[in-house]
């Protein structure tokens, strides 16, 4: 059965007005950090509005309804490369998006009103569409995940510009036949159902690198301190569970570090709270500017923080804890907090079959005598069968 252009227009249009609704409730209930969704909604009824204003071709006078109705698909477009642009953190070609609609009426103003060429005003304003997406196609290319969300959305966007390059280079080639918007032609409904086709498609790849990004926002968050920033216990156990196997596989070694700030109650005590948690935040800072990428730091709860040293012996391990106590005790500029302290104790994997409650009850151990030993200080595990006895005390008592 051949559809006639009337319908895949009403079509698209009311596939067009679902999409808006799915979008419009994913931008009320995502997280703000999951940006350009409300453009894309903006987008989506400009779209929606130039279907109806072509739906009335008839009805208003052609003069008065193609320049409004062709503008405002423009603007609906270029709305949707600002939401792209927008998602993915980049500065906004705002000056294209103007352009781009500006030009759609300098376009009609020409080849509508004083020189009328039905071929001239479909190959314009096909490369005005295409100056849009083929940009949104450089943003995802540029700056998108590497990963199958981010090629689906890059294809489809591809692809539209492609059929957008094919439509306005054979418009100028054959005259315009085929490419009357309400007329038809040989070629007619089908350019008008890919179109169509890609237009609706484009969210629902805008929605999936969307949602991926949501699903990565909400793994963080569950791995993640929400004051620090670093690793929580769950976080960090499943970065030690790749290390180890990296390390089994490898022979490397690994080493646990257990850093605790010094007499942290008193600075709660006596300059509040806000001020400790900025001390906290402050801490976790300094611990990570002294790590390599592969390694992972976690808060642990209260002013405790373990940090996990990949492919590292005693010696290096030793290092990054003289140079985290080295980066404390430089005044940093503009920084008003009280000073403070750590102490560190060190454990190195002495199997590869040890676990992570074996490193980190070593680790605790050795921190437990630093903390003994007249605090701020680095002090080094022995091994498990040398190890006295753990002393039965209140976890407040060991941790001051």
């Keep these: 059965m051949k559809l006639d252009p009337a319908t895949i227009i009403l079509m698209s249009t009311v596939m067009a007005i679902a999409m808006a609704v799915v979008m419009f409730s994913a931008q009320r209930s995502f997280p703000r950090s999951v940006g350009g969704l409300r453009e894309w909604v903006i987008g989506l009824v400009g779209l929606i509005l130039a279907s109806v204003?072509?739906?009335?071709?008839?009805?208003?006078?052609?003069w008065l309804l193609l320049p409004v109705a062709n503008s405002v698909f423009l603007w609906g477009a270029g709305m949707q490369m600002i939401g792209t642009?927008?998602?993915?953190?980049?500065?906004?070609?705002?000056?294209l998006f103007h352009l781009s609609w500006l030009l759609g009426l300098v376009v009609m103003g020409i080849w509508l009103y004083w020189k009328p060429n039905f071929p001239m005003r479909v190959a314009m304003y096909s490369f005005l569409m295409l100056a849009l997406t083929f940009q949104q196609f450089l943003v995802i290319i540029r700056f998108g995940e590497r990963h199958l969300?981010?090629?689906?959305f890059a294809a489809l966007s591809l692809m539209l510009s492609a059929t957008l390059l094919h439509r306005g280079v054979m418009a100028l080639q054959?005259?315009?036949a085929g490419y009357d918007a309400m007329h038809g032609g040989p070629n007619h409904s089908m350019?008008?159902?890919?179109?169509?086709f890609m237009t609706l498609l484009l969210p629902v790849g805008f929605m999936t690198v969307a949602t991926r990004c949501l699903q990565k926002l909400?793994?963080?968050?569950?791995?993640r301190d929400p004051l620090t920033a670093v690793l929580n216990r769950r976080g960090f156990a499943e970065v030690h569970a790749q290390e180890n196997l990296r390390a089994r596989r490898q022979g490397t070694p690994l080493a646990v570090m257990s850093l605790d700030l010094d007499f942290f109650k008193a600075i709660n005590d006596r300059h509040g709270h806000a001020v400790g948690d900025q001390v906290l935040v402050d801490v976790a800072g300094v611990i990570s500017s002294a790590l390599r990428g592969s390694d992972a730091v976690a808060r642990f709860g209260?002013?405790?923080?373990?940090?996990?040293?990949?492919?590292?012996h005693q010696a290096r391990a030793e290092l990054v804890a003289q140079r985290i106590q080295f980066a404390l005790?430089?005044?940093?500029p503009g920084q008003s907090l009280p000073s403070y302290t750590l102490s560190i104790g060190i454990a190195c994997q002495l199997d590869p079959a040890e676990d992570l409650d074996s490193l980190l009850l070593r680790s605790d151990r050795a921190l437990y005598r630093a903390k003994q030993l007249g605090r701020d200080r680095i002090e080094v595990a022995c091994e498990a069968l040398a190890m006295p006895p753990a002393p039965v005390l209140p976890v407040a008592r060991l941790y001051t």
């Excluded at 993915?88 to 070609?93: N, Q, W």
């Excluded at 969300?149 to 689906?152: G, I, N, T, V």
């Excluded at 909400?218 to 791995?223: D, I, M």
């Design 149 to 152: 969300s981010a090629w689906f």
């Design 302 to 312: 209260g002013e405790e923080f373990v940090v996990l040293l990949a492919d590292t």
């Design 218 to 223: 909400l793994e963080q968050r569950s791995n």
């Design 53 to 62: 204003l072509f739906a009335l071709n008839g009805l208003v006078p052609s």
């Design 174 to 176: 054959a005259g315009g």
């Design 85 to 95: 642009q927008l998602f993915y953190g980049v500065r906004s070609s705002w000056w």
């Design 191 to 196: 350019y008008l159902a890919v179109l169509s």
């Design 329 to 332: 005790r430089q005044p940093r």
